[in-house]
């Protein structure tokens, strides 16, 4: 299998790498050894990769930027697809219409979208993610979501076969999209509706939003940003707070004293006393208040077994 897939991979130009530690491609700096990643460059090399997986029953993963992602500390028996620099790329159509490839980062298509004095992406600038882990999340801030700008998706089905989704298939709700249903499903591109606006001005919003964004989150410390998600009715900061579970630690892993929504990573933090620090938090808020927490950042290779997080 590794050698059919090695020679796939130079058959369409994509680098191909063997024992990859996890925890250098995650924002939250955990993780063990992936046996194998693909740097992905191109539609046609990801089909046929996705193809050679769904044929052989190799079992992978679709990763970005890795800033919703937790990793196991054993690593990830199969397939990394990074979508990163190699599928980052963007144009401006007519009708302030801005395309991008699904691994471009959130930062670059506002940046981008600010250069052509167009509007819409300010709120989200600053969640260092793709566009498609955005998408696929229905990422948002400052009450902006992807919701808010999608115009429609190009996606490749488990076998290979490129689709087109418009907004009002995509399912788009808090953290949840088709994709989240679809987990076999891989966002090609993403074509977003912008507004024109005063370059000025829109440079001026995100600089607030990132002043605000520095002001109030632990942005100096490893994390997969806010670890859970909100419950309906209240928010996860309140209540882990109101727990009196600011800064409670297990081991190297740490509920921010800056804001309790983020565990972050403050020493060396294993993928386990991650799972720990949240089961116990968890426990708490429900012991406390009835109100069940459910993890934001999605898991990678651990299993139910292993999951401490009831």
């Keep these: 299998m590794e050698t059919r897939l090695q020679q796939l991979c130079e058959a369409y130009h994509m680098p191909f790498f063997k ?46 930027k890795g800033s919703n992602v937790l990793a196991s500390d054993e690593g990830y028996r199969g397939v990394i697809l990074h979508l990163g620099k190699e599928f980052s790329g963007m144009s401006v159509q007519e009708n302030h219409i801005l395309v991008c490839q699904s691994g471009a980062m959130l930062s670059s298509v506002a940046n981008m979208a600010a250069k052509h004095q167009l509007s819409g992406m300010e709120a989200i600038s600053g969640i260092p ?41 995509l399912n788009l709700s808090y953290r949840h999209s088709f994709f989240t249903e679809h987990s076999d499903c891989i966002i090609c591109s993403v074509k977003i509706q912008l507004q024109p606006d005063n370059s000025g001005a ?57 804001h309790a929504g983020f565990v972050i990573n403050i020493n060396r933090a294993t993928c386990e006393e991650v799972l720990r620090l949240c089961g116990y938090v968890q426990n708490k808020v429900l012991e406390k208040t009835g109100y069940i927490l459910e993890l934001e950042p999605v898991l990678l290779g651990i299993q139910q077994e292993d999951f401490l997080c009831n």
């Design 129 to 169: 993610g793709s566009v498609g882990g955005a998408l696929c999340m229905n990422a948002g801030a400052y009450q902006r979501e992807m919701k808010d700008i999608v115009l429609s998706c190009d996606y490749l089905d488990a076998s290979g076969n490129l689709h087109t989704l418009q907004r009002n298939d």
């Design 19 to 64: 024992n990859v530690l996890l925890g250098g491609h995650t924002t939250f700096q955990i993780g063990g050894k992936a046996d194998f990643w693909i740097e992905i460059n191109s539609v046609e090399g990801l089909s046929a990769v996705l193809r050679f997986c769904h044929e052989t029953g190799t079992p992978h993963f679709v990763m970005g």
């Design 202 to 258: 829109i440079r001026a919003r995100m600089s607030e939003y990132a002043e605000c964004r520095k002001s109030k989150q632990p942005l100096n410390y490893p994390s997969a940003g806010s670890t859970f998600k909100r419950p309906k009715g209240d928010f996860a900061s309140r209540l882990i707070d109101l727990c009196g579970l600011k800064g409670f630690r297990v081991g190297g892993a740490q509920v921010s004293e800056k």
